[in-house]
């Protein structure tokens, strides 16, 4: 017969349809300083911090819900600040991706949902606009954020192809009908237009008239145009954001560490993709995470591809992420965790999170102690959005019985019981 061994059982779920959905008491979870503690939601934020069973000793407020996270890490959420929604989960599609209104939408919604199972409340998608599909494509994705409200927080960047000359004025055109129909933040590739240079001036000009962010899709390795846009970059006010810089990573250290210097006090930050490349770039190096925080450059780190022809086996898992800049790039796990929280919110104008009172109640509890950990064997998780319980994933492994665990006096499990 088998033994289910070593996961303890997931946590209850808390009562559905609470009558003041806006209170939660989350009991008896970890903290990454090693306390223990209950912590209760209220409106949106975190409303105390307390010691385990200090909350719990006046009960909860009426109608509210509690949750015990005995076993479970309790973060600040993950954000994903670089996915692709239009062409998401499309690698298994017969014959070329469709760009149906309906398709999208329905990529688009199931992709936020696979990264909000995996804890990102907030997700940052770059949508093509122009050529074959015009604007449908990111009305269709705006579609999927107005039906995922509630859920998670799902922003749009536009992403023209060109924007110079006689054939770019099209797509200029296009790039401010997306801002005006609801994209949040202006993005594309200069690499990919005959004139790069124009196309990041094109690109901030729309920023600036309308107020949005920038996130463009870059190699970065061309040493004199990062100078020039570092330059162009640094009056923008609502920031500037590349990715995945692949490229800089294999030019000579002293030519990556002046344009390190540069984009540091131009404030430009970094998006590095560590699990493979995405549909806005061809090649799949790795931008040199250390060399660029060493400068003062804000780091965050995206999934790019989720299971589309750039990357058909992608997962769009922030922890993973965080795993592969722990395990090849030398972070530290608190390190490597905060490129995909707190500068990951950073870099999508969110505010901060921590686990104290004030804070938002964007969180995520994973099971296990420690967070080097839970970067590696993060299976079982709960996804806090807003102040609700808003996804699960409940993970349990089963081993045959075996006479040398016995021998060795290894821990076992049966089914909803420790020994």
């Known amino acids: 017969m088998p033994d289910s061994q070593p996961q303890p059982p997931p946590p209850p779920s808390p009562a559905p349809g609470p009558a003041d959905p806006s209170s939660l008491l989350l009991c008896g979870a970890r903290l990454t ?13 975190i409303e105390a911090v307390g010691t385990a069973g200090s909350l719990a000793t006046g009960g909860t407020r009426s109608g509210g819900a509690r949750l015990d996270l005995g076993g479970y890490l309790l973060l600040p959420a993950p954000a994903e600040p670089h996915s692709h929604a239009d062409t998401a989960l499309s690698a298994d599609l017969e014959g070329p991706v469709s760009h149906e209104p309906r398709d999208v939408q329905r990529r688009a919604t199931e992709a936020a949902l696979l990264q909000l199972g995996h804890g990102a409340t907030a997700v940052r998608a770059h949508v093509r606009v122009g050529d074959v599909q015009g604007l449908s494509a990111l ?9 995922l409200r509630g859920l998670a927080e799902l922003t749009t960047a536009a992403m023209p192809r060109v924007l110079t000359g006689v054939a770019g004025a099209d797509g200029l055109a296009m790039l401010r009908d997306a801002v005006k129909m609801g994209a949040s933040v202006v993005g594309g590739r200069p690499d990919l237009d005959p004139d790069p240079t124009g196309y990041v001036e094109a690109v901030l000009e729309v920023a600036s008239e309308h107020g949005c962010p920038v ?15 570092a330059a162009m970059a640094g009056g923008l006010r609502s920031g500037v954001t590349l990715s995945p810089c692949g490229d800089l990573g294999r030019l000579p250290s002293e030519v990556a560490s002046r ?8 404030g430009v930050a970094v998006v590095c993709l560590p699990q493979g490349g995405c549909g806005g770039v061809d090649r799949r190096g790795a931008a040199p995470v250390r060399l660029l ?8 780190a995206g999934s790019g591809a989720l299971r589309d022809v750039s990357n058909p086996v992608g997962r769009g898992d922030p922890l993973e992420a965080a795993f592969l800049l722990a395990s090849r790039n030398g972070l530290s796990p608190e390190e490597a965790y905060d490129a995909v929280s707190g500068s990951a919110r950073a870099v999508l ?25 839970a970067l590696s064997l993060g299976y079982s998780r709960v ?7 808003v996804a699960r994933t409940s993970a349990v492994r089963e081993y045959c019985s075996s006479a040398t665990s016995v021998e060795l006096g290894l821990p076992r499990q049966g089914r909803g019981e420790v020994s």
């Open 383 to 389: 996804v806090v959005h807003q102040g609700r319980v």
């Open 349 to 373: 104008g969110l505010p901060e999170v921590r686990v104290e009172a004030g804070f938002p109640a964007e969180l995520l509890a994973v099971r296990g102690d420690r967070l080097a950990g």
């Open 293 to 300: 925080r060493a400068a003062g450059v804000r780091v965050a």
């Open 33 to 45: 300083d090693g306390r223990t503690v209950d912590v209760r939601l209220s409106g949106g934020r």
């Open 215 to 229: 996130d463009l899709h870059t190699d970065a390795g061309d040493p004199a145009r990062l100078a020039r846009l």
């Open 139 to 147: 009305e269709a994705v705006l579609q999927a954020r107005r039906a």
């Open 259 to 266: 344009i390190a210097d540069q984009l540091a006090a131009a």
